[in-house]
């Protein structure tokens, strides 16, 4: 059974750092793209960020210099370090998996994954 979960968020103040986790489970993880997306209160869900198979990342505008993904296929984990963090980062954030060939790049779209963990919470603010 494939399975994505998530850790690491929590209350943090504007300017600080996070580190989330998304460990996974049941399938083959080094044969995934594994993205991170977020959905804000009254919001949709956002593409944040993306890594595959080869290690070749894509980030949205609003997260390229502070946010950085990462992945350890041996312990078939993802990581997202997360740094100068504001308010508009408020959000839960999931992590998501697509099986992909591996010199295929990785979208940003919720819509083309189709495994997502929980999700974890993520709050901003002082």
């Known amino acids: 059974q494939l399975q994505l979960v998530e850790s690491g968020g929590g209350l943090v103040q504007p300017g600080g750092s996070l580190r989330l986790s998304c460990a996974a489970s049941g399938f083959a993880f080094d044969y995934y793209a594994i993205g991170w997306f977020r959905q804000a209160p009254g919001k949709g869900r956002e593409g944040v960020t993306c890594?595959?198979?080869?290690?070749?990342?894509n980030y949205a505008d609003s997260v390229k210099g502070r946010f950085t993904i990462s992945r350890d296929n041996a312990k078939s984990t993802l990581y997202l370090q997360m740094n100068s963090l504001n308010a508009e980062d408020t959000a839960v954030y999931y992590c998501a998996a697509k099986a992909i060939a591996f010199s295929t790049t990785c979208p940003l779209t919720s819509g083309d994954y189709p495994y997502w963990g929980q999700g974890t919470q993520v709050t901003v603010s002082s």
């Open positions: 890594i595959t198979r080869g290690g070749d990342t």
